[in-house]
């Protein structure tokens, strides 16, 4: 949609709700402990038109990592059950603001469909504004499958392999989302088999702190001063990472926002390097 940016504003969506190439996809998503059932929230209230962006469903099925990128045919083949189409411009939000809606979004575009965003301050913002919401199956009337096809992007999605070159050559910066607790070693890992720590010469940017109070974005200022004071340049190429590519893609998200040149994202994050016996890891300050 020309002249919008990676993020939307609840009042944007609420003019262009019924614009037939809108399509509002709801990718909530949380950790076990949570206690959140996304799929069952979104069944009893969502923004009206919106599919359920199922982001385990859309995942590999066929590797033990958590939710990581499927292949390009069976991701358009999934999105087309969903009623997403090539031309189709996709808003993603989620319930707790924003959270999980960036890896939303960051999944269609690895897969070459860059006609989408994020709704700033997401479901919760919609409902305290009081726009509508409805509880149903979210299809509208007359839509059925559509057209998608994949085209993956391989400039944003990075690897072990790559992240371990980047070891030696220091030529992208790695960004690590999780706590600082977990980033220092503090704390066990969620994940069995997964040991604690950072991978060497990654920088700390907890997740939260890109968010306000209210669950919103900060202003682009803002977030470039968090950025400087935490030692990242945005002018060179960077790379986020967390605990399995959620809040990563927040965090990418969020650079972008502050003006960030280059950026791409660890899809196996820590869940891979903390598990695998020949990645180094360092922990501490």
Not at 128 to 148: A, L, P, Q
Not at 226 to 236: C, H, N
Request: charged share 25%.
């Amino acid at each position: 949609m020309s002249g919008t940016g990676p993020l939307v504003s609840t009042d944007w969506l609420a003019a262009h709700l019924a614009e037939p190439d809108i399509r509002v996809a709801d990718a909530s998503w949380y950790l076990p402990q949570a206690g959140r059932n996304a799929r069952a929230e979104f069944e009893s209230g969502h923004i009206p038109g919106a599919v359920f962006f199922d982001i385990d469903a859309l995942s590999d099925q066929n590797t033990t990592l958590p939710h990581m990128l499927p292949d390009p045919v069976a991701f358009s083949s999934g999105v087309r059950k969903l009623g997403i189409g090539d031309r189709d411009f996709v808003v993603f939000y989620d319930g707790a603001g924003i959270y999980s809606a960036p890896r939303g979004l960051w999944m269609m575009r690895a897969m070459g469909h860059t006609r989408a965003a994020v709704l700033d301050g997401g479901f919760p913002k919609w409902t305290r504004e009081g726009h509508g919401v409805e509880s149903s199956s979210g299809r509208r009337m007359g839509i059925g499958r559509k057209h998608f096809t994949a085209s993956p992007d391989p400039e944003i999605l990075r690897d072990f392999d790559s992240l371990r070159g980047n070891l030696q050559s220091r030529s992208e910066q790695v960004v690590d989302a999780r706590s600082p607790s977990r980033f220092r070693g503090e704390e066990a890992e969620p994940r069995a088999g997964v040991r604690p720590g950072r991978i060497p010469g990654s920088i700390n940017v907890y997740y939260a702190d890109v968010l306000t109070l209210e669950g919103t974005m900060r202003p682009p200022d803002e977030l470039r001063r968090l950025f400087d004071k935490s030692g990242i340049a945005l002018d060179r190429p960077i790379v986020t990472s967390c605990g399995s590519g959620v809040t990563a893609a927040l965090l990418s998200l969020a650079l972008e926002t502050a003006g960030a040149a280059k950026t791409a994202l660890y899809d196996g994050s820590w869940a891979e390097w903390g598990a695998r016996s020949d990645a180094p890891i360092a922990t501490g300050p």
